[in-house]
């Protein structure tokens, strides 16, 4: 990114208050019944269905002085073409459930050609883990599994945390971000959600240890039908996850795939996505290097769950 975008990035940090910003994150178009600030990052969970190979958390920076004009273009979108929301898979595969069913190929692309544009034109910066739920069932295992997480997915966002932070430092911004996850059921997806919310609690933890209280409270998870950004970053974690197994299970891209994958990777002279897949040899690399003794992740996950145990389930009572 040139100096002149980083330097307006740090700059627009102080426009709104921290209040103003959430509210405006979750409330879109109803922002101005309430006080707003700065970047929020959106993520999606693509791959935590268990029919999926990869487990892909992608996040999406979007700064709160854009976020009226986003919701703007998107909400034309969506009435100009009569769907209600959009969702990248149902999309493409023309799911016969969705407002995509009986859509020809013809609108098809041109609403994910625009999909696209309104994405690379309002989010600062993308970044997208990857990591094969196989090689991860293999190799992480035993205590390291119940320390850093049971699901690939909540590996991947803990990794993600740290490269926003970088983020945050690369471009002087002091204030933490806003965190808005993707809908995760507390009924059906109670453990799923609960490791999210145990990685947010322990990266707290540490960042109150360096009096830097606050940094990563301010999270939430909301329906993505309700949040246009968490729509359009379904769009780019698709693709990511699309890409994830041309690169690690050699499956050829589909010519939308593709499309997609050309447009996103190369916007801004290839700087605007960061997209990894961790390789098995390399999440290996990493085990090996945790097991090792004194490694202070290890032992830090190690007494913040010796003080915070994993509630057990409730029993249901018998009827008489």
């Known amino acids: 990114m040139e100096d ?6 740090g700059a627009s940090a102080g426009v709104y208050s921290r209040l103003k910003h959430y509210l405006l994150s979750v409330r879109g178009a ?5 006080n707003l600030a700065m970047f929020t990052v959106y993520i999606d969970d693509s791959g935590t269905d268990p029919n999926q190979k990869a487990a892909v958390a992608t996040a999406a920076i979007l700064p709160a002085a854009r976020l009226v004009a986003f919701d703007r273009e998107w909400r034309n979108l969506c009435e100009k073409e009569g769907f209600p929301d959009f969702h990248m898979s149902a999309c493409v595969w023309h799911n016969e459930k969705s407002a995509f069913a009986n859509w020809d190929e013809t609108k098809m692309k041109k609403v994910i050609q625009r999909v696209r544009q309104i994405g690379r034109k309002y989010f600062l910066n993308i970044a997208s883990l990857t990591v094969f739920k196989a090689d991860y069932d293999e190799l992480v295992v035993g205590e390291l599994r119940e320390l850093t ?22 471009h002087k911004v002091a204030e933490p971000f806003e965190y808005i996850f993707d809908w995760m059921d507390p009924q059906t997806q109670k453990e799923e959600r609960y490791e999210v919310e145990t990685v947010m609690a322990q990266a707290e ?17 909301k329906d993505r039908k309700q949040i246009p950004a968490l729509q359009c970053t379904d769009a780019i974690a698709w693709t990511c996850y699309q890409h994830s197994l041309l690169s690690h299970a050699s499956i050829p891209l589909t010519p939308m795939a ?9 916007h801004r002279n290839k700087t605007w996505l960061y997209a990894a897949t961790m390789t098995k040899e390399q999440l290996a690399g990493w085990v090996e290097r945790e097991k090792q003794e004194g490694q202070p992740d290890f032992e830090r996950f190690r007494a913040w769950l010796e003080q915070h145990p994993k509630p057990k389930p409730k029993r249901k009572k018998r009827g008489r």
Do not use: S
Request: net charge positive; glycine share 6%.
């Open 205 to 221: 933890h540490v960042a109150v240890q360096a009096g830097k209280e606050g940094k990563y409270k301010n999270y939430t998870f």
């Open 30 to 34: 109803q922002w101005r019944k309430a």
């Open 258 to 266: 593709q499309t997609c994958w050309d447009d996103y990777y190369t």
């Open 4 to 9: 002149k975008e980083r330097r307006n990035i």
């Open 149 to 170: 997480g049971k699901y690939p997915f909540t590996w991947a966002i803990r990794n993600m945390i740290g490269l926003l932070d970088k983020w945050l430092v690369f």
